[in-house]
T-cell receptor
Framework: DQQVKQNSPSLSVQEGRISILNCDYTNSMFDYFLWYKKYPAEGPTFLISISSIKDKNEDGRFTVFLNKSAKHLSLHIVPSQPGDSAVYFCAGYGNKLVFGAGTILRVKS | EPEVTQTPSHQVTQMGQEVILRCVPISNHLYFYWYRQILGQKVEFLVSFYNNEISEKSEIFDDQFSVERPDGSNFTLKIRSTKLEDSAMYFC????????????FGPGTRLTVT
């Protein structure tokens, strides 16, 4: 089951620069897409979402872009901070959350 | 800030034994979920629960699994006869229901089956 794919297992970014995390999906029935952040020994924490009828949603330093024709979404973090270092999961929601495999983000100070 | 809590944080059990994983969802939430994450793999949906009934379950959630809301606060996942492949992190989540895609997760229970 590869409905949601995060092809980059890890990303390393300098503090203050932009982090771009990418996600592809195959299921056109998703109504929403979400990004969750996860620290070790904790559960996933909801970060930001976007409706399938929108192409952008912004919340502070976090912006999610949705390209429906390409079935692609991305999370931009600007500026990146060391505290942003975590695993980021992309998820699609139809009637349940379907997660990608996650991308480890390391923000270097 | 209200949060989802789970107990125990780590459970070790022998193959074939029954385990019960416990969760206390956020108090005004109406929808409850269990997910699992096998080491190195994706977080996978197991089951959703609303109004004292299972509303959706995955193919992973077979007859060995059951869920219950025994009182007004707890939400439990029971595995009747554990197998080695049940070893995983189990996450409980809850949501108010209005925006049921924004789910709030507990810290997880690490289940180790030996």
């Amino acid at each position: 089951d590869q409905q949601v794919k995060q092809n980059s297992p890890s990303l390393s970014v300098q503090e203050g620069r932009i982090s771009i995390l990418n996600c592809d999906y195959t299921n056109s029935m998703f109504d929403y897409f979400l990004w969750y952040k996860k620290y070790p020994a904790e559960g996933p924490t909801f970060l930001i979402s976007i409706s399938s009828i929108k192409d952008k949603n912004e919340d502070g330093r976090f912006t999610v872009f949705l390209n429906k024709s390409a079935k692609h979404l991305s999370l931009h973090i600007v500026p990146s901070q060391p505290g942003d270092s975590a695993v980021y999961f992309c998820a699609g929601y139809g009637n349940k959350l379907v997660f990608g495999a996650g991308t480890i983000l390391r923000v270097k100070s | 800030e209200p949060e989802v809590t789970q107990t125990p944080s780590h459970q070790v059990t022998q193959m074939g034994q029954e385990v019960i994983l416990r969760c206390v969802p956020i108090s005004n939430h109406l929808y409850f979920y269990w997910y699992r994450q096998i080491l190195g793999q994706k977080v996978e949906f197991l089951v959703s629960f609303y109004n004292n009934e299972i509303s959706e379950k995955s193919e992973i959630f077979d007859d060995q699994f059951s869920v219950e809301r025994p009182d007004g606060s707890n939400f439990t996942l029971k595995i009747r006869s554990t197998k080695l492949e049940d070893s995983a992190m189990y996450f409980c989540a809850s949501t108010q229901g209005v925006f049921s895609y924004e789910q709030y997760f507990g810290p997880g229970t690490r289940l180790t089956v030996t």
